[in-house]
């Protein structure tokens, strides 16, 4: 029969298990952390850091804003901004006609109005600019919408107002609407 060694002590303060960094913390850290999220999270919602919506949006010479330099937005008229360094991720075919202006203007509202988060915030015969706001975090994009009376088309633009990028949110909004837009489309 083997005989076994002389039984050796565990090292120093190795007899208890290791607490994690949480716990070490304990509960006033804990609540501290939680409540300085839950803050954030209320400010979000309320909209105190949803930013201020840009000063120039509209229709200018018959054109719509240039889209910002980050990767956070689409934009219809592109060839007018030839050098962008977002005309070729920004670029985004304009919305369908249905009829004039009016009936056009008035068939994208209900689209717009359709969709969660949306805001209209300026309407006028041929010009729409509306505020889509997230659901969860509450980051704002700002989109304009224009009837061009050349082209018998809806110019747009949609961008985030904070933010490097926008992974996609824009676009995939604004193939909703124009499924909306299109007859036959499931939407």
Do not use: C
Request: charged share 20%.
């Amino acid at each position: 029969m083997a005989t076994a060694g002389p039984r050796r002590s565990p090292p120093a303060g190795s007899g208890r298990p290791k607490r994690s960094l949480w716990l070490n913390m304990g509960l006033p850290a804990l609540l501290g952390v939680a409540m300085v999220l839950l803050a954030a999270l209320l400010a979000v919602r309320a909209g105190f850091i949803g930013g201020q919506p840009p000063a120039d949006l509209g229709v200018m010479n018959g054109r719509l804003k240039a889209p910002p330099s980050t990767p956070n937005s689409v934009h219809s008229q592109l060839d007018l901004f030839p050098d962008h360094p977002q005309a070729g991720s920004a670029r985004i075919a304009p919305l369908p006609a249905s009829g004039d202006a009016a009936a056009t203007m008035d068939a994208l509202q209900a689209a717009i109005e359709a969709t969660d988060g949306a805001r209209i915030v300026e309407r006028r015969p041929d010009y729409l600019r509306v505020e889509f706001r997230t659901k969860w975090v509450g980051f704002v994009d700002d989109a304009e919408f224009w009837f061009d009376p050349v082209k018998r088309v809806v110019q747009l633009r949609s961008a985030s107002r904070l933010g490097e990028n926008d992974l996609g949110a824009n676009r995939e909004r604004i193939e909703l609407l124009r499924a909306r837009l299109t007859p036959g489309t499931p939407s």
